[in-house]
């Protein structure tokens, strides 16, 4: 009969069940830090910008993302910013990841509007057992 706040709850499993669990609402400053570090979220998990493997990679972070950064940026230029402690590395890896949880979100109040939460779960589990994407 009133909504249940869970704060400081950040990675994407996390808040998946916590939603399932009947929380409303949650706060999280992961998405920025996490950005700010080097590390982006996708639909395959969370991905270490830092990494070498991403030095010559042409791709997107995730090629399903919509977001400016995944649009316009490679993972090779994000490494190299990042690298290169240029302040737009986190202010993209940012951009990502906010764009990254605003759609999570959605997903789950779709789900839970329509009646199939269980079935975006599976979903959200089985696309993040897939890891990353493999390396060039």
Same mark, same amino acid.
């Given at each position: 009969?009133? @909504?249940?706040?869970? &704060?400081?709850?950040?990675? %994407?499993?996390?808040?998946?069940?916590?939603?399932?669990?009947?929380?409303? &609402? &949650?706060?999280?400053?992961? %998405?920025?830090?996490?950005?700010? $570090?080097?590390?982006?979220? $996708?639909?395959?998990?969370?991905?270490?910008?830092?990494?070498?493997?991403?030095?010559?990679? @042409?791709? @997107?972070?995730?090629?399903?993302? $919509?977001? @400016?950064?995944?649009?316009?940026?490679?993972?090779?230029?994000?490494?190299?910013v990042f690298r290169a402690q240029e302040m737009i590395s986190g202010m993209l890896l940012t951009w990502h990841n906010l764009h990254y949880y605003q759609e999570l979100m959605q997903g789950m109040r779709d789900a839970i509007t329509g009646g199939r939460f269980d079935a975006f779960e599976a979903q959200f589990h089985a696309q993040r057992a897939e890891g990353d994407i493999e390396p060039l």
């Amino acid at each position: 009969d009133r @909504p249940r706040y869970l &704060m400081g709850v950040g990675k %994407p499993d996390d808040i998946v069940g916590a939603v399932k669990r009947g929380v409303d &609402m &949650m706060d999280c400053v992961l %998405p920025s830090r996490s950005g700010r $570090t080097g590390q982006a979220w $996708t639909r395959r998990g969370q991905v270490n910008i830092k990494n070498a493997r991403h030095q010559d990679d @042409p791709r @997107p972070l995730d090629e399903n993302c $919509t977001c @400016p950064a995944c649009r316009n940026y490679s993972r090779a230029y994000l490494h190299h910013v990042f690298r290169a402690q240029e302040m737009i590395s986190g202010m993209l890896l940012t951009w990502h990841n906010l764009h990254y949880y605003q759609e999570l979100m959605q997903g789950m109040r779709d789900a839970i509007t329509g009646g199939r939460f269980d079935a975006f779960e599976a979903q959200f589990h089985a696309q993040r057992a897939e890891g990353d994407i493999e390396p060039l």
